[in-house]
């Protein structure tokens, strides 16, 4: 993984770009994955307390995008079993949810999720691709207040049925103006 962070570079000890290994367990494509751990390890000389500084950031910033993702939702039956859903008399597209611990409401359009408010007040707004036959969320804008961070992703067939990021770029996330911070993947399993 290479992370490009000149913008926000006093962050990451001052460095513009880092370079080291990821390594992603417990993960089932699926944000929920019981188990799911992130690992960075950087390259080049570091001290043992600055490899874990880097570390822990690398990670939560991963954890950043993986909570925002759509794609990695729970199916639908999981992510909607015991909610009330309706659709609301003055938003047509709108469908509100209610009994989710997390989901306040749902917009549709063109029969893709394209808003999610959460209950905390928070609204998560995705683009979607094509990619082989499959929908992959390319953009999630968070709008934080007055504020939109976005999370864009490319994506990277890793098998017949899993697609995982290849570049990660967050914009705007902290406050208004922020980096970008572009994180990059060479990817395998294993």
């Known amino acids: 993984m290479t992370i ?36 960075y390890r950087p390259s080049g000389k570091m001290s043992a307390e600055g490899r874990r500084t880097v570390g822990d950031l690398a990670a939560a ?10 794609a990695g939702r729970a199916s639908f039956e999981e992510t909607f079993r015991g909610c009330a859903l309706r659709a609301l008399p003055d938003d047509p597209d709108r469908i509100a949810v209610e009994g989710h611990r997390e ?44 504020r939109v961070a976005v999370i864009e992703t490319d994506f990277k067939k890793l098998a017949s049925d899993f697609y995982y990021p290849s570049r990660v770029t967050m914009r705007d996330w902290f406050h208004a103006g922020w980096g970008p911070e572009v994180y990059t993947y060479r990817l395998k399993l294993e």
């Not at 094509?130 to 953009?139: F, S």
């Open 4 to 39: 490009e962070a000149a913008a926000s570079k006093d962050n990451w000890l001052g460095e513009a770009e880092i370079k080291g290994r990821l390594r992603v367990t417990g993960c089932t494509g699926r944000n929920e994955s019981p188990h799911l751990d992130y690992e």
């Open 61 to 70: 910033r991963s954890s950043i995008w993986t909570r925002g993702d759509f």
């Open 103 to 146: 989901i306040a409401s749902v917009k549709i359009e063109k029969d893709l999720p394209v808003e999610v408010v959460r209950k905390n007040g928070e609204t998560l707004r995705y683009r979607f691709e094509r990619k082989d036959g499959r929908l992959l969320p390319t953009a999630t804008e968070w709008v934080f207040g007055d």
